[in-house]
């Protein structure tokens, strides 16, 4: 697997992730990036090992009127690159929560 290139919008979506914003939408609130920018970094992050994700029961969507929701969490391999992010990029800290949470956001 390729490491994906350290950004500074990569590192947003990692910080919220492990923050608790687990799907596409509410990783977007949480960072304002457009839905441009985040949908293929979670791709990239997926493929490169960084995240693992799984999609919801149709049931529970259907019952909320809305399509199912893919939820994402860090794996090891992307608590590094968030390590590696925030020391990079220390700004993270301020745009997205106030510091990574203790277990950065593993299932």
């Not at 509410?26 to 920018?37: K, V």
């Not at 399509?67 to 794996?75: A, F, H």
């Amino acid at each position: 697997m390729r490491r994906p290139n350290l950004t500074f919008p990569t590192g947003l979506v990692l910080q919220a992730i492990s923050h608790g914003n687990r799907h596409g939408f509410d990783i977007i609130d949480a960072t304002g990036l457009p839905s441009g920018t985040v949908y293929p970094a979670l791709r990239r992050l997926e493929g490169a090992g960084c995240l693992s994700s799984r999609w919801e029961a149709r049931d529970t969507a259907a019952a909320e009127g809305r399509p199912p929701r893919c939820y994402y969490v860090l794996t090891p391999a992307g608590e590094s690159l968030l390590d590696q992010a925030l020391e990079r990029f220390p700004a993270i800290l301020w745009t997205v929560g106030a510091g990574p949470s203790p277990e950065h956001g593993t299932a």
